[in-house]
């Protein structure tokens, strides 16, 4: 689908994010949208078409309102008249999501417990509500990723992509989104703050005495103690003699 917004003389290319859509067309551009993103409703995988998990949990948030809440580890939606927050039990969603299935003319035998699970499964992945404030996200990943070690040199970079591939693993929108400068200097805070140790810059920018734990490893690189250039992975640094 293209779409153009036509203004005398030339049409002007806009983001699909800055219209503001209403009516029937905002249905159409909303389907429109979610199968761009995540696929049709329907996959085809050998000789039969399977449920598309990943669609139907996207469409079924938007249109309910489900959300899973990180922080309480339960569903929770909107109460239309109230406007409060309200908690939604596993069996009512689960009723939810079949009756949506059901509605939209999803085969019985796509219509499973075991499907239906895995639509559970994806909106807990994907539609997601964090009540995690800004620090709070940072001192989580901190206290969970990052330790002493003595002798030990941290390279910011590697502790920076850790945090943000941190986030995005738990759902910490938009913390994960963040600009990188003010991520950076977000974690220079809270582990002077947390552990005591500024930052280093005689052996590039750098934290010493500290590790991160081992499944958050990225690309694991260490600093080079002696020109404060990255070693490349694999490499390591015999002052006698240097890399090798």
């Not at 260490?222 to 992975?233: A, H, W």
Request: charged residues 25%; positive net charge; aromatic residues 6%.
């Amino acid at each position: 689908m293209e779409c153009s917004v036509w203004q005398p003389g030339r049409p002007l290319e806009v983001d699909l994010d800055t219209l503001v859509i209403t009516g029937s067309l905002k249905g159409l551009f909303a389907e429109w949208s979610l199968r761009q993103q995540f696929g049709p409703p329907m996959v085809q995988v050998g000789q039969r078409n399977k449920l598309n998990e990943i669609y139907w949990a996207m469409h079924i948030s938007k249109a309910t309102g489900i959300k899973f809440d990180l922080a309480t580890g339960a569903f929770v939606a909107r109460d239309p008249q109230s406007q409060s927050e309200q908690g939604v039990e596993s069996a009512l969603v689960s009723q939810t999501i079949a009756a949506v299935l059901q509605q939209s003319g999803v085969p019985a035998k796509e219509r499973t417990p075991l499907r239906i699970r895995a639509v559970i499964d994806a909106m807990k992945l994907l539609c997601v509500r964090s009540r995690v404030t800004e620090s709070a996200a940072y001192l989580k990943f901190v206290e969970s990723c990052v330790e002493r070690r003595a002798g030990a040199i941290l390279a910011k970079n590697d502790v920076a992509i850790a945090c943000r591939n941190f986030f995005k693993r738990h759902g910490l929108r938009p913390y994960s989104d963040i600009a990188e400068n003010k991520l950076r200097h977000a974690l220079q805070q809270v582990i002077a703050k947390h552990f005591g140790i500024g930052e280093s810059h005689d052996r590039g920018r750098a934290f010493r005495g500290l590790v991160l734990r081992g499944g958050d490893t990225h690309d694991a690189r260490t600093v080079n103690p002696i020109s404060g250039k990255d070693l490349n992975p694999g490499e390591s640094k015999n002052p006698a003699t240097g890399p090798s």
